[in-house]
């Protein structure tokens, strides 16, 4: 490309997210079915979208604070002290952001300087490789591994801390494995956390979507908590995806750094969807409550059928993604779903796009209707009894 | 709240062994819920929602307020029953307010349901006055809007 020598390098060289590119060939063609998507597929509930209609109505489209709206703050701090035992101070803890996405940008451009290195368990989703990389830091792998669930061990965390390590990213429930860590889990990590002093940026997007029992956030841990960043939003909560609000919870200190980066960069989150957001947080539970079953049920079903189907898939804990292995197919990820979709039109998302640790497995996503899960299921049955 | 009658709501056509998967049981206790739910009455129907407009057939509905005595005893279940029997008449409730009875009642046209109120409501035993309004469109039922919703269609079909 004729601009290669003068942009930034690292840019220059970044690999393209595997997503985009199964993105651009499932789009070419005609009558796909997907389980592809990694968002909710239900309509954002109609009150929500009526305090969004409404702002607007109003005139109240002028950017706010930095950090948010208030009220919003407040009813952050109010949902995640009432769901989840953890208090922040609304007026020093609490960040609104463009989306979860824009907090892993701002947190890491604000934490890494060049010569770290952030943790980074993996299968994971795609972007914070891309973003450590960005800000300049190196990424360590650790791989989570199937037989243990997807889950990050004491042993392999400890193994990956160096002189360097800046942070540790934590992602559960999480994108692509459906992954949870349990308070018995965060028993073993806690005090590695601790005694090493590292960051821990944990990414709790999915924390509505934790089938067995409650969602535990390491912002509960006191003895990591000034340690802990906490990004969070209400993308996957309430299926608020494209209104684009997500949010930080951190130390105070830490808060006026981020808030440095976000100020300069895109100044507020929009105004409309922030009201939106606070009618969420303060009269959303149903909503939450009834889309939470639907998913479990669909999960349920997709489990049973892809074992019944021959593919072997572990219950998955949380989020909206089922993570099963194809290795028996003798195909790798993207050969596996390049022949799904050309021959089936099913599209599903290779393993590999979410780290090397994921090759060998597909990406499948239940945020479908069940009449939707069905007939991909039919159309993977064939494919398998094809290929067999 | 009860999943499976959750389930089958937005489902009717899931079979028990798909209802069964998605509940995380087997499907014999399941198809015996099932069943015992349709004995008591609990499932009490399935329904297929048809927007007539669309399909181009004509029908013609009204809502009825009836206004009634209560008889001694049975009060104004008795009547009620009396009431419901007729097929014409889709749905019945006993409200608070002006009248006693709201009604929906279905015709082929206007002059069946309007026969149906003369000849066949006001002269029932207990009913003492019938007040009738005539449906121009129909614009949601049984929570089904007849509003394309657009947002469905516009996922991308993938996505990280």
Same mark, same amino acid.
């Given at each position: 490309m004729i601009f290669d020598e003068e942009i930034n390098q690292t840019i220059r060289f970044m690999k393209p997210s595997g997503i985009r590119k199964f993105f651009d060939i499932a789009a070419t063609k005609k009558g796909v079915v997907s389980l592809g998507v990694g968002e909710p597929d239900f309509i954002t509930p109609w009150h929500i979208r009526e305090a969004a209609i409404h702002a607007i109505e109003k005139g109240r489209t002028f950017y706010t604070g930095n950090k948010g709206l208030p009220v919003l703050q407040e009813a952050i701090c109010d949902y995640y002290r009432r769901k989840f035992n953890v208090t922040y101070d609304p007026r020093e803890n609490v960040m609104v952001t463009v989306g979860g996405s824009e907090g892993i940008d701002v947190v890491l451009r604000a934490l890494c300087q060049p010569g770290d290195e952030v943790i980074l368990p993996t299968p994971a989703y795609v972007a914070y490789a891309a973003i450590i990389e960005m800000a300049g830091a190196k990424v360590v792998e650790v791989e989570l591994k199937e037989e243990e669930r997807f889950k990050l061990t004491p042993e392999a965390l400890k193994a990956a801390i160096t002189e360097k390590t800046k942070a540790v990213i934590l992602n559960f429930p999480g994108n692509p494995t459906g992954g949870v860590m349990s308070r018995e889990d965060y028993a073993g990590i806690v005090p590695i956390l601790k005694e090493s002093g590292i960051f821990a940026i944990t990414d709790e997007i999915y924390a509505e979507l934790t089938y067995e029992g409650k969602h535990v956030s390491l912002a509960e841990y006191d003895e990591v908590k000034d340690r802990t960043v906490v990004i969070n939003g209400f993308s996957k909560a309430y299926s608020m995806t494209g209104y684009r609000i997500g949010y930080i919870l951190a130390h105070k200190d830490l808060i006026e750094m981020f808030n440095k980066v976000h100020q300069y960069t895109?100044?507020?989150?929009?105004t409309p969807s922030q009201y939106a957001a606070i009618e969420a947080a303060y009269n959303g539970d149903d909503d939450i409550e009834e889309m939470f079953m639907s998913f479990r049920h669909r999960r349920n079903y997709i489990v049973k059928e892809l074992n019944r189907i021959g593919l072997k898939t572990h219950m998955p804990e949380g989020a909206f993604y089922v993570f099963p292995s194809v290795k028996c197919s003798g195909m790798s990820s993207q050969e596996f779903c390049e022949k799904l979709l050309d021959e089936e039109n099913l599209a599903l998302v290779p $393993?590999?796009?979410? $780290?090397?640790? $994921?090759? $060998?497995y597909v990406r499948i996503s239940y945020a479908y209707s069940l009449e939707e899960i069905k007939t991909a299921i039919e159309k993977l049955e064939h494919f398998l009894a094809v290929h067999s | 709240m009860n999943e499976l009658l959750k389930l089958i709501e937005n489902n009717a056509r899931f079979e028990a062994k798909d209802l069964a998967a998605c509940l995380g049981e087997e499907e014999d206790k399941t198809l015996e819920t099932l069943e015992r739910y349709r004995k008591e009455g609990i499932i009490a129907g399935y329904h297929t929602i048809i927007n007539w407009e669309k399909a181009d057939v004509e029908i013609s509905k009204a809502i009825i307020f009836v206004s009634c005595v209560p008889e001694r005893v049975a009060g104004y279940d008795k009547i009620a029953e009396r009431i419901s029997r007729y097929p014409e008449v889709e749905s019945l409730y006993l409200i608070s307010g002006k009248a006693e009875f709201l009604l929906q009642v279905n015709g082929k046209n206007m002059r069946e349901v309007s026969n149906f109120v003369a000849h066949k409501l006001a002269p029932t035993e207990g009913v003492n006055g019938t007040e009738t309004m005539f449906v121009l469109k129909e614009y949601k039922k049984y929570g089904v809007s007849f509003f394309e919703e657009t947002g469905e269609g516009e996922r991308l079909l993938v996505t990280p």
């Open positions: 895109i100044m507020c989150a929009s $393993g590999d796009a979410f $780290g090397q640790a $994921g090759e $060998g | -």
